[in-house]
């Protein structure tokens, strides 16, 4: 079963896992820069800490700071 997720911001380079552990939608990503694009990638962790399945997404800022 799907635990947490994890999120990339440079196209899967490195991962960032969601804290604290959630499988609710949404999934905020912080620290992004208005104006900039990014290769977002999401990936569902199972409770072995294995990587079930990628995905490439877009995503859109919602203008909250």
């Known amino acids: 079963a799907v635990t947490n997720y994890e ?5 899967g380079t490195t991962w960032t896992t969601r804290s ?14 208005n104006g900039v694009a990014y290769q977002v990638k999401i990936r569902a962790v199972n409770n072995m800490d294995q990587e079930l399945r990628q995905t490439q997404c877009r995503a859109h800022h919602n203008g909250q700071q």
Request: glycine share 6%; hydrophobic share 15%; proline share 11%.
């Open 7 to 11: 999120y990339s911001t440079n196209n």
């Open 20 to 33: 604290p552990s959630s499988t609710s939608s949404p999934l905020s990503i912080t620290g992004l820069t």
